[in-house]
């Protein structure tokens, strides 16, 4: 059975876009939750001159928050809310915002998140951050979420726990090794 990869209906996407600047740059991974393509796809559709339009600097490939936003605006759209609410409701994605997938989500719901050095960020408050080439974008289960999100805060703790107990050390090191300095100089 092929994999089904959930889609954001598009009106939530423009809701969320429209709070944005039309100058902000964007990861193709992130283009691709957005608006529904793979990023293979989204490569294919690069090399034909396909929309949205991109900007290259270096190795970087880029999309305008702007652009998005006016390629979405060109494709339809459903024909009322009924018909949009329903097409949610079948890809287990509760809700139309990350407040509410967090509040009403059952453990193998699905959202659409960005990973900035192994912290899922709600992918649409990931939109107006600065993002590197190695984030990653996933839809992830609220449980998978959850697992990432204690990770990630054991690492946080785990280093500063290991930065506390070598600072100290270092700087006896270092006033001892100061100290001697001063007195074979004299």
Not at 17 to 31: G, K, R, Y
Not at 71 to 92: R, W
């Amino acid at each position: 059975m092929p994999k089904v990869t959930p889609l954001i209906p598009t009106q939530i996407v423009l809701t969320q876009l429209e709070s944005l600047s039309e100058h902000i740059q964007l990861i193709p991974e992130q283009v691709s939750m957005l608006i529904g393509i793979s990023t293979d796809q989204m490569k294919v559709n690069r090399m034909e001159g396909n929309p949205p339009p991109f900007t290259k600097e270096g190795g970087s490939i880029r999309y305008r928050v702007g652009d998005v936003r006016d390629y979405l605006k060109s494709k339809p759209v459903f024909k009322n809310d009924g018909e949009a609410h329903e097409y949610a409701k079948s890809q287990k994605n509760p809700g139309a915002s990350y407040s509410a997938f967090m509040i009403e989500a059952k453990l193998d719901d699905v959202w659409p998140f960005t990973i900035l050095d192994g912290k899922p960020i709600d992918l649409f408050a990931s939109l107006s951050m600065p993002v590197t080439d190695d984030a990653t974008c996933e839809w992830l289960t609220l449980e998978r979420y959850l697992e990432m999100r204690r990770d990630y805060e054991r690492r946080l703790l785990a280093e500063q726990e290991s930065s506390d107990l070598i600072a100290p050390h270092d700087s006896t090191v270092f006033s001892t090794y100061k100290h001697r300095r001063m007195t074979s100089s004299e």
